[in-house]
């Protein structure tokens, strides 16, 4: 299996721009999560999805903050437009919980920089 | 909201030394899962704790739930180069796969 991937491993972008992040979780999945990580504020949830439907985005920082599942096998999460201080590194990862087993697999993950 | 706390932030460990990471949940855990970071990758997991007192054990690496199920360790002996990384821990309280990761413990091994 190709694991979860991601694109694009790198993006710098201008405040103001708007920046879509893509994810493709591992087959047979149905659970695909969004992640923030920074320094200051470590590993944080942005939103979650089962079976392509959204179930939490508490984690969303505002609005400019969207994220959608069309369908199984693709995610984007979009920045519009975006701040410096959203410059982090943003995960996406994938779960098939059942069987007593709920790990989830982490893609390389996007680095922004918005300068 | 359940918040998990992770002690320390760093640990400097001379090759050959043990060390031990704690991790520390406000609120009753179902489950809570150990990450591994290497420096530039991504979160991998490690292993999963779902029984009160639970205890398992990978080589080098021994990982224990509390018995309140509220706690957890990980203690690493024989500390070789290839331990280096940021260890997390993870948590969910209710059945909804929703982890609260910890802050990590960055660890830096001296040769």
């Known amino acids: 299996d190709a694991g979860v991937i991601q694109s694009p491993r790198h993006e710098v972008t201008e405040m103001g721009q708007e920046v879509t992040l893509r994810c493709k979780p591992i087959s047979g999945h149905d659970y695909l999560f969004w992640y923030r990580q920074t320094m200051m504020r470590g590993l944080e949830l942005l939103i979650y999805?089962?079976?392509?439907?959204?179930?939490?985005d508490s984690g969303m920082p505002e609005d400019r903050f969207s994220a959608k599942m069309p369908n199984a096998s693709f995610s984007t999460l979009k920045i519009q437009p975006s701040e410096p201080r959203d410059s982090a590194v943003y995960f996406c990862?994938?779960?098939?919980?059942?069987?007593?087993?709920?790990?989830?697999?982490f893609g390389p993950g996007t680095r922004l920089t918005v300068t | 909201g359940q918040q998990v706390m992770q002690i320390p932030q760093y640990q400097h460990v001379q090759e050959g030394e043990d060390f031990t990471t704690y991790c520390n949940s406000s609120?009753?855990?179902?489950?809570i899962q150990w990450y591994k970071q290497r420096p530039g990758g991504h979160p991998v997991f490690l292993i999963q704790?779902?029984?009160?007192?639970e205890v398992k054990k990978q080589k080098r690496l021994t990982f224990q739930f509390g018995e309140a199920k509220k706690n957890s360790s990980l203690h690493i002996t024989a500390t070789q180069t290839t331990d280096v990384g940021t260890y997390f821990c993870?948590?969910?309280?209710?059945?909804?796969?929703?982890?609260?990761f910890g802050a990590g413990t960055t660890v830096t091994v001296r040769a």
């Open positions: 609120t009753t855990l179902s489950n």
């Open positions: 999805f089962n079976n392509n439907v959204p179930i939490d």
């Open positions: 993870a948590g969910w309280a209710s059945n909804d796969y929703k982890l609260s």
């Open positions: 990862a994938s779960s098939r919980p059942g069987q007593g087993k709920y790990e989830q697999y």
């Open positions: 704790l779902v029984k009160s007192g």
